[in-house]
Nanobody, 117 residues
């Protein structure tokens, strides 16, 4: 079993930055198998959950068009943690942000990001 816990959300003014963290805990062998498959999603009020950023093969990353150039996904395998650096935040980035790994299907509980104009 893998438990994902997000942190780092909060209230920030437009143009500001936040760094979200997704810490994985549980079976070491399970974490090693899924750490490279952890992605970030967001869900705004009244909208469907959507992919924000993910790792793809060969060490590359992929981003939603709306966040390209502003958000960066990274990982620290020694800490079993995946990060989402969010810069130049906009009010439309306001959402609950979740991390998710697609090997076993676990989701974190989410962290609220609110960007004021």
């Amino acid at each position: 079993q893998v438990v994902l816990v997000e942190s780092g959300g909060g209230l920030v003014q437009a143009g500001g930055s936040l760094r979200l963290s997704c810490a994985a805990s549980g079976s070491i062998s399970s974490i090693n198998r899924c750490i490279n498959r952890i992605a970030w999603y967001c869900q705004a009020p009244g909208k469907q959950r959507e992919l924000v950023a993910r790792f793809i093969s060969a060490g590359s990353t992929d981003y939603a068009d709306s966040v390209k150039g502003r958000f960066t996904i990274s990982r620290d395998t020694a800490k079993n943690t995946v990060y989402l650096q969010m810069n130049s935040l906009k009010p439309e980035d306001t959402a609950v942000y979740y991390c998710h790994e697609d090997l076993f299907g676990y989701w974190g509980q989410g962290t609220q990001v609110t960007v004021s104009s």
